[in-house]
């Protein structure tokens, strides 16, 4: 998984303003991701996932990007509006049932 | 409403006193699974279970007991709690291996 920090890092953005959310994953045999958005007080909710063979998929407003050659992986977040802001999480699993979870980057938009 | 509901969502508690935290899913999913959530540690895997009576370790099953008895229910166990399991506690369902698991709300334990 991920190596794990002290330190949650956080981006902040002006509301209307494209995000992006990196995140960098360890194991090379990994090859199904989510990325998950955590708002204060709830459990983890399901944004978007991709397989490992491809590369980009789009959702509504998210576009997740995967790049095997460097283990990364990015969230897009279109248009950021204020509900964007929560705790984002990379989840990797190399087909096991266990999902290895980031740290998670605070994403706060700002109005 | 497709959920996976988990209950107590707070409980303090007292060193040795056993406790269990109920989690059921109305999904129909083979996959369940406890995770805890500590700053800076991220989400880590306590136990998972792929089907009825079928469970197994993940990173840090260590104090914790789970069950399988019924596909909606997979209950979580602390035989003898201690303060090192203060934490946040989510249990989770999957329909099966890569698919994203879909959380509860969330179970804040503290144990004094």
């Known amino acids: 998984g991920e190596n794990v920090g002290l330190h949650l890092p956080t981006l902040s953005v002006q509301e209307g303003d494209n995000s992006i959310i990196n995140c960098a994953y360890s194991?090379?045999?990994?090859?199904?991701f989510i990325w998950y958005k955590q708002e204060s007080g709830k459990g983890p909710q399901f944004i978007i996932d991709i397989r490992s063979n491809m590369d980009k998929r789009q959702g509504q407003r998210v576009t997740v990007l995967l790049n095997k050659t460097v283990k990364h992986l990015s969230l897009q977040i279109a248009a950021t509006q204020p509900g964007d802001s929560a705790v984002y999480f990379c989840a990797e699993t190399a087909g096991a049932n266990n999902l290895f979870f980031g740290t998670g980057t605070r994403l706060t938009v700002i109005p | 409403e497709a959920q996976v509901t988990q209950n107590p969502r707070y409980l303090i508690t007292v060193t040795g006193k056993k406790l269990t935290v109920t989690c059921s899913q109305n999904m129909n999913h083979e996959y369940m699974s406890w995770y805890r959530q500590d700053p800076g540690l991220g989400l880590r895997q306590i136990y998972y279970s792929m089907n009825v009576e079928v469970t197994d370790k993940g990173d840090v099953p260590e104090g914790y007991k789970v069950s399988r008895k019924e596909k909606r229910n997979f209950p979580l166990i602390l035989e003898s709690p201690s303060p090192n399991q203060t934490s946040l506690y989510f249990c989770?369902?999957?329909?099966?291996?890569?698919?994203?698991?879909?959380f509860g709300s969330g179970t804040r334990l503290t144990v004094v």
């Open positions: 989770a369902s999957s329909p099966g291996i890569n698919y994203g698991y879909t």
């Open positions: 194991n090379s045999a990994s090859d199904y």
